[in-house]
């Protein structure tokens, strides 16, 4: 992170929790905050959830242990990003995506003309 003067987000299995809420705690838990912190990384809000793993068992095990982090100067490009959980389909993980809170509403929506049909009907013959 130090070599390269540039934003950036990584995503993954870190395979390990990061805080009780997300299940007991360790050293591992204690040494992977540590390293986020010692980054200045952001662990963005994670909706839909509390866990993204699972050991299908009768009692399961549930964890947060997939996540994006990424940088202040990638959160400075990329604003009001958070994390979402997609659902399961055969893997014990949930898959997440990263998405940005928006409110945005396009002051004109699309609209199709018909008049493009006599346009480029000339095009396709």
């Known amino acids: ?3 390269w003067d540039i934003s950036w987000c990584l995503g993954r299995d870190f395979n390990i929790v990061r805080t009780p809420y997300e299940r007991s705690i360790d050293s591992a838990m204690m040494e992977f905050s540590g390293f986020i912190n010692s980054c200045g990384l952001i662990d963005p ?5 509390r866990f993204t793993w699972s050991s ?6 549930l964890s947060h242990i997939d996540r994006f982090l990424f940088s202040v100067e990638w959160e400075g490009h990329f604003q009001d990003m958070h994390q979402v959980i997609l659902p399961k389909i055969t893997s014990d993980h949930f898959a997440i ?3 940005m809170w928006t409110t945005h509403v396009a002051e004109r929506p699309f609209r199709f003309e018909i008049v493009w049909l006599g346009t480029l009907g000339g095009w396709l013959m």
């Open 97 to 99: 995506l990263l998405r």
């Open 56 to 61: 299908h068992r009768d009692v399961p095990v």
């Open 45 to 49: 809000l994670l909706e839909g959830g």
């Open 1 to 3: 992170m130090s070599q």
